[in-house]
Nanobody
C-alpha cells in the first residue's frame, strides 16, 4: 500500500476534521497529491490538489474557503483540513498520487492519478 488515508469520523455540522494522507513507499513531496470524495450513490469527485514542488494548491468550488491542503515533508504526510463542515460533505475521502511533475494541470480526474489510498469515511450530521 503506497498511500494511507486516515482521520475521518463523525462530526456535527460546523465542526472540523483533519484528514491525513501518508506515504509508505512513496515520498509524497515528489508527487502531486489529490483528494477526492465519494458520497453514497454518487460518483467520486475531485476535492483538492497539492502540486509537486510548485506551490500549486487548488480546490473545488464546493470546498473553497473551508478546506485547506497542506503537507509536512518530515512526516511524509499531506493533510486536508476541513472546517465549517456541512452534511453534504459526508463521503468517503480518498487521497491519490500522480507522477506528473511540477505545473501539472491535469489533476481533476481519477485517471490522472496512479496510486490511491484506501479511503476514510467522513460523516457530518445536521
Amino acid at each position: 500500500v503506497q498511500l494511507q488515508a486516515s482521520g475521518g469520523g463523525l462530526v456535527q455540522a460546523g465542526e472540523s476534521l483533519r484528514l491525513s494522507c501518508s506515504g509508505s513507499t512513496l515520498t509524497l513531496e515528489g508527487w502531486g497529491i489529490g483528494w477526492f470524495r465519494q458520497a453514497p450513490g454518487k460518483e467520486r469527485e475531485w476535492v483538492s490538489y497539492r502540486g509537486s514542488r510548485d506551490g500549486t494548491r487548488d480546490y473545488a468550488d464546493s470546498v473553497m474557503g473551508r478546506f485547506t491542503i497542506s503537507e509536512d515533508v518530515d512526516e511524509n504526510t499531506v493533510y486536508l483540513q476541513m472546517n465549517s463542515l456541512k452534511p453534504e460533505d459526508t463521503a468517503v475521502y480518498y487521497c491519490a498520487a500522480t507522477a506528473r511533475g511540477p505545473y501539472n494541470s491535469n489533476y481533476k480526474r481519477m485517471v490522472d492519478f496512479q496510486y490511491w489510498g484506501q479511503g476514510t469515511l467522513v460523516t457530518v450530521s445536521s
